[in-house]
């Protein structure tokens, strides 16, 4: 797609993360967005093509590492409107790293009658001016493997509106899906609607929701972000989910603000 690695190679059952995983805050850990899209692509071959997935929910739990990965997942529940199914993300010491949680419904063509929900769409991608992360740097990582563009607002200074799309596959040898791309950059929204200097503070996620009401369509996702930090740490980032063709759900962030000679997760 681009000349970068795909984010991950399969090695049997565990996922080898590229150097296009590399997250902002550690040349060592990954960015949210890739491996929890690898828990959302296990859930969407567990509910089926008969159920959608409405709400997806990820507690990061410690940094992701840039080693192997495994996933596993279970069903909580099989009922027959609902399934909701559990995950584990697990690094190559056997520790988990990401729990999630999802919630799928059954859906079926033209079951109602819904009136058009009333938006003010964002400006499309081809008309976004193209943007670059700036407290990412180096030919590899995930700034590099993702394509960001502005469609409104401006970086660092309050809301803004951003299309993402992937340039590399999320694994090697397998297409990506609109759901596993929608995932791989709603965890960024946090990135796009930034409310503190990067260089001097940290505002890292511990935990991502998706909500959506229906599933994506094409390569971009639009990210109409907004952020609200408190002096004492914490932090929120919201965010509206468009494809092009229009909303599709929202996105919620909690976030610890800390100054960058802080510890860990």
């Not at 071959?45 to 159920?51: D, N, Q, T, V």
């Not at 010491?93 to 009658?113: F, K, P, W, Y």
Request: charged share 20%.
């Amino acid at each position: 797609m681009s000349g970068l690695p795909p984010f991950f190679a399969r090695d049997g059952e565990r996922f080898v993360p590229s150097p296009s995983a590399r997250g902002p805050w550690s040349p060592r850990h990954q960015h949210g967005g890739p491996p929890a899209a690898l828990l959302a692509r296990a859930f969407a071959r567990e509910a089926g093509a008969e159920r959608q997935i409405a709400r997806l929910t990820f507690d990061f739990l410690r940094p992701v590492p840039l080693a192997p990965l495994t996933v596993a997942t279970r069903v909580l529940r099989a009922g027959g409107k609902a399934l909701r199914l559990a995950g584990t993300l697990i690094d190559a010491d056997g520790v988990a790293v990401i729990e999630a949680t999802c919630l799928a419904l059954s859906a079926q063509q033209d079951r109602v009658t819904v009136p058009a929900e009333p938006a003010t769409a964002p400006p499309p991608p081809e008309r976004s001016a193209p943007f670059e992360l700036p407290f990412m740097s180096g030919e590899h990582g995930y700034h590099r493997a993702v394509e960001w563009r502005i469609a409104s607002g401006t970086w660092g200074r309050g809301p803004v509106t951003a299309w993402l799309r992937l340039r590399v596959p999320l694994v090697a040898e397998s297409p990506t899906s609109t759901l596993e791309s929608l995932v791989a950059t709603a965890d960024s929204a946090s990135g796009v609607a930034v409310v503190v200097d990067p260089a001097r503070t940290s505002f890292v996620n511990g935990d991502l929701t998706i909500a959506l009401h229906r599933l994506p369509a094409g390569e971009w996702t639009g990210l109409e972000a907004a952020t609200v930090g408190e002096r004492h740490g914490i932090g929120l980032t919201r965010a509206r989910l468009w494809d092009p063709t229009g909303p599709v759900g929202q996105s919620l962030q909690s976030l610890l603000l800390e100054r960058r000679d802080g510890g860990g997760w």
